[in-house]
């Protein structure tokens, strides 16, 4: 067992994963995997689409014309007329649809045929100046909403995150060694599996049950 730094281990299970033939619409991840050019290099050899975030700072290189351009996602996204945002949904949150203004940047050098690259940002409508920058990879013929519906699920995956920590104390682990560590998250996830089966079941025949309460009033005509 060596060290390894965090992107590391992702390419290393998010490619186990891939191998052992799980579907995957996107790979989501935040911006220490996101400026991982390996980690990026890894999914775009498999084909496998995915939406990044990055660093408003992170180096962006390329030719344009011959001519050698190092620039940044928030100088490019500042250049972007007022037309090149649309308002669309990063998904349901808990008080409705999560609007946001979208814009998007096509990138140079997508190595695989009938793929593209883009840069992604997207702009709270309260405040113009809070801006997240994606690095996007999928099918040329992925819309902008597709992406920005796969880029807002990590609200979702954040979500899951936060009921493990709250409800069963994913975050309460000493992590003094390997098999510990791994012994800890294997029995959290079985107990959210477990919860989330509850849940579902409940919630399946909560909708199905009759109201009992507020009966329906039968009438005939007369």
């Known amino acids: 067992m ?7 281990m992702a390419r290393e299970m998010v490619a186990a994963v891939l191998d052992e033939g799980v579907p995957c619409a996107f790979v989501l991840a935040d911006a220490l995997y996101g400026s991982d050019y390996k ?8 084909g496998q689409p995915y939406v990044l975030a990055v660093r408003s700072n992170q180096v962006l290189r390329f030719i344009d014309e011959w001519q050698f351009i190092q620039t940044d996602p928030a100088t490019l996204v500042a250049e972007l007329e007022a037309q090149a945002w649309r308002p669309l949904s990063a998904g349901e949150g808990a008080k409705g649809p999560r609007l946001y203004d979208w814009a998007r940047l096509p990138l140079k050098g997508c190595p695989q045929e009938g793929f593209a690259r883009w840069l992604l940002a997207r702009r709270s409508q309260r405040d113009p100046d809070a ?3 994606y690095f996007a990879h999928a099918p040329s013929e992925t819309t902008l909403a597709e ?3 796969a880029a807002g699920l990590r609200w979702t995956i954040e979500e899951c995150f936060l009921r493990a920590k709250d409800d069963l104390g994913l975050d309460h ?12 998250m294997s029995l ?3 107990a959210a599996a477990f919860l989330t089966r509850i849940g579902a079941e409940q919630r399946r025949s909560a ?3 009759r109201n ?3 009966p329906m009033i039968e009438t005939e005509a007369a």
């Open 39 to 46: 980690f990026r290099t890894m999914l775009e050899d498999r």
């Open 173 to 184: 682990c000493e992590a003094r060694s390997w098999h510990g560590w791994h012994r800890h």
């Open 131 to 133: 801006i997240a920058y």
């Open 212 to 214: 009992e309460t507020s």
């Open 188 to 190: 959290v996830m079985a």
């Open 147 to 149: 992406l920005a519906a």
């Open 2 to 8: 060596v060290f390894a730094t965090k992107p590391a």
């Open 207 to 209: 909708f199905g049950k």
